[in-house]
């Protein structure tokens, strides 16, 4: 007889219907049918009531149905069921606390995340008195006046006797933490993590009664710890997340004493803590068994001359960091982020690492050739160099990162041309080789072979020769920048190719990296990795992870010439374009001004191009002035003079970035917000560029004449 029957796992390829056949065997001991759609199985109550021997059940995200009332009436309590996990189904409270408080005599594991629980914590979870393990993150549960003092829920909770995990993250919570939560003297799992508590403030007072906690997670729920000096907590844990809380100035000295016990702390996330101080010897000396370090976004400082880092996640981003690049005693590491420190010298050591797949050491003081030993990290997604002082070619092992999806080179100084093997690269989303000293055309085999492009910059080079046809292939293509190089000849008529530009579509907004992976008793994303677009104002760059909003192309202070072609009015969906100082002629194609999205229709996006005529630059054609048969005075530097007054006109200059996330972070921001925000603080800027730049066309005119 069958007593095993697992269908789940398989990305909703099953649509199972209805169960009643389920009913039938009666021998079963365990159903998995997660990730199934069972939309249709409004028996599915009744079903399990019918299976007398069943012990686990496992209908995660299956679009199950409500409970009806007359389906309660027909389900019997069940004695056998331990394990049952309903997550990711949208069921409300009504239709799911009945059913689920008549089979739960024996329960010992419980999964009720990210469904539609609202309101308190019901008294009736203290009355299963065989449950152990509880998740009831990511819903819309309070606590109510009277668990907030204790007296309830979670009092009930914390007198069973064998509770070990309770996953309250990420719902509505606030107020305070009542000390209540010490009762649960035999939890291993604390999560409290996506609340507000408004600030609470967390002593040894919390958790002097767990003894046997092992995994904390009070990230991002607004709360501060304090603890006295020298406190030695009563637990040993192997997970530390505390993301967001504060904790400094003060590097936090309790943490020694979870480090320096073997087997310890594996798992140590502190970023965005408000700590401001230098790293205390005792952390570099204590890193041995720590699997994942997250310290970023705090102003921490210090380095890591002769002491080997054994972790396979690091990121300590946006601190201030300094001395050479880290040496790692693992040979077999997933990601490292030093960005935004200033970390110096040669990265060389690189060469030592055999698996990776993220590497971001951009915004940092390292210089030097990057080794030509990148054939080795043949598992990096993710390589951002940018904002360093790397000088040389680039080296032709890029070629060997197949799998990646993100190169940003932007702001160092490489030159020469681009070795032809990146062209294996062709999961490549995001390139970005602006403000480098590149040469040479511009690669038909970036529009043959990375046709899964959405952002490419080669901004502020040296690329010369016309823009490829092959360009045009890239239909997903959202941001496309070639300003500030030689490029000449004409813009390719197939410039409506681009249908991401063309079509309204379903963009990506945000691309993302997820390393993922299952550790002691919960699942979860341990790391995330955004690739953002920047905008550029004057001098200042501010990210924008939503990339679906910007549809832009740039290909301002190049030397194209001929006519605008007709075929930019098929671009229905773009937002940006720049075609300034070129030598275009000809009249500009009126249909481009009545694109729905376009916020650029005015002179800076069409100026300096003495042979263009037509709104917005002139009334009409009569008046355009002949172009001229040489080039105008001036070169890079009026362009990058120019270049400000487009941006300011129009808030729009383009980059990659990127960044390294807690677990769990959204940012979101309005562009044109930020735009105009960023325009009452440039005001004494545009006076007095305004009274240089007339001087200086004063003069230039004079030139011209004579």
């Known amino acids: 007889m069958l007593e095993t029957l697992r269908l789940g796992g398989n990305g909703r390829v099953f649509n199972v219907g209805k169960l009643e056949w389920v009913s039938h065997l009666s021998r079963l001991k365990e159903v998995d049918l997660s990730f199934t759609n069972l939309s249709n199985a409004n028996d599915w109550s009744q079903v399990i009531s019918h299976l007398p021997l069943l012990q686990k059940l496992n209908l995660r995200d299956c679009d199950l149905p409500s409970i009806s009332s007359s389906s309660l009436s027909l389900a019997n309590s069940s004695t056998s069921l331990t394990y049952l996990d309903l997550s990711d189904n949208n069921l409300p409270s009504s239709a799911i606390y009945p059913w689920l408080f008549n089979v739960s005599s024996n329960l010992v594991s419980l999964d009720l995340s990210s469904n539609q629980l609202k309101g308190p914590i019901p008294e009736a979870f203290g009355n299963m008195k065989a449950i152990q393990e509880l998740y009831l993150s990511d819903n819309l549960l309070v606590l109510a006046e009277n668990q907030v003092r204790g007296d309830s829920g979670l009092n009930e909770i914390g007198k069973l006797p064998d509770f070990s995990v309770l996953d309250l993250g990420y719902n509505l919570l606030n107020g305070s933490v009542s000390k209540s ?26 958790f002097s009664n767990f003894t046997n906690l092992q995994v904390l997670d009070l990230s991002y729920s607004s709360l501060t710890l304090k603890f006295n000096t020298g406190w030695i907590p009563p637990f040993q844990l192997s997970q530390i997340k505390l993301c967001s809380c504060k904790l400094g100035p003060r590097f936090p000295d309790w943490l020694r004493t979870q480090m320096d016990v073997r087997p310890g702390l594996e798992y140590l996330e502190i970023s965005a803590s408000e700590i401001s101080d230098s790293l205390p010897y005792w952390f570099r000396d204590s890193l041995y068994g720590l699997d994942f370090i997250n310290m970023s976004f705090n102003q921490i400082s210090g380095t890591f001359l002769n002491k080997s880092i054994p972790v396979r996640y690091l990121d300590l981003s946006s601190n201030n960091f300094s001395g050479p690049f880290p040496s790692f005693s693992s040979l077999f590491l997933e990601s490292i982020n030093l960005s935004r420190n200033k970390f110096t010298g040669s990265v060389s050591r ?123 292939g890239l239909k997903y293509l959202q941001i496309l920048d070639l300003s500030v190089n030689k490029i000449s000849d004409t813009i390719p008529p197939c410039i409506n190719n681009f249908t991401s530009m063309a079509e309204k579509l379903s963009l990506d907004r945000r691309i993302e990296h997820h390393l993922s992976d299952e550790w002691l008793f919960v699942a979860f994303i341990r790391f995330r990795y955004v690739d953002e677009a920047l905008f550029t104002w004057k001098e200042t760059k501010q990210r924008y992870p939503q990339l679906g909003l910007l549809l832009a192309i740039d290909l301002s202070c190049n030397k194209l010439t001929g006519e605008i072609p007709e075929e930019l009015n098929y671009l229905q969906e773009l937002v940006a374009l720049n075609l300034s100082r070129n030598f275009l002629t000809g009249k500009i194609p009126q249909k481009i001004g009545h694109l729905r999205q376009l916020e650029s229709f005015d002179p800076s996006s069409f100026s300096h191009n003495r042979g263009l005529c037509g709104s917005p630059v002139s009334p009409n054609c009569s008046m355009v002035e002949p172009p001229p048969s040489k080039p105008a005075v001036g070169g890079e530097e009026d362009c990058d003079e120019f270049m400000k007054w487009f941006y300011t006109g129009m808030g729009l200059g383009f980059a990659v970035g990127f960044w390294g996330f807690c677990s769990v972070v959204f940012f979101k921001r309005s ?25 200086r066309l004063v003069r230039r005119t004079k030139a011209l004449s004579t």
């Open 181 to 206: 939560f010490g009762q649960l003297s035999k939890l291993h799992v604390l999560r409290l993590a996506g609340n507000s508590f408004d600030g609470d403030v967390i002593s040894e007072a919390h």
């Open 350 to 472: 690189i060469c030592n690492i055999k698996v990776l797949e993220l590497l971001d050491l951009s915004n940092n003081l390292f210089s030097g050739l990057v080794p030509d030993c990148l054939k080795r990290l043949w598992s990096l997604t993710a390589l951002n160099l940018a904002d360093n002082s790397f000088t040389g070619s680039l080296p032709s092992s890029l070629g060997f990162l197949t799998p990646l999806e993100m190169l940003s080179l932007r702001g160092n100084k490489f030159s020469g041309e681009l070795p032809s093997s990146i062209q294996n690269c062709t999961k490549l989303k995001f390139l970005d080789l602006s403000d480098n000293e590149l040469s040479g055309e511009v690669p038909m085999w970036i529009g043959q072979r990375l046709s899964r492009l959405v952002f490419l910059s080669l901004q502020r080079n040296q690329f010369r020769g016309r823009i490829p046809d092959q360009l045009c």
């Open 671 to 695: 562009w044109r917000q930020s735009y105009y925000r960023y325009l009452d603080n440039a005001k004494d800027w545009v006076y007095v560029s305004f009274v240089l730049l007339k001087a």
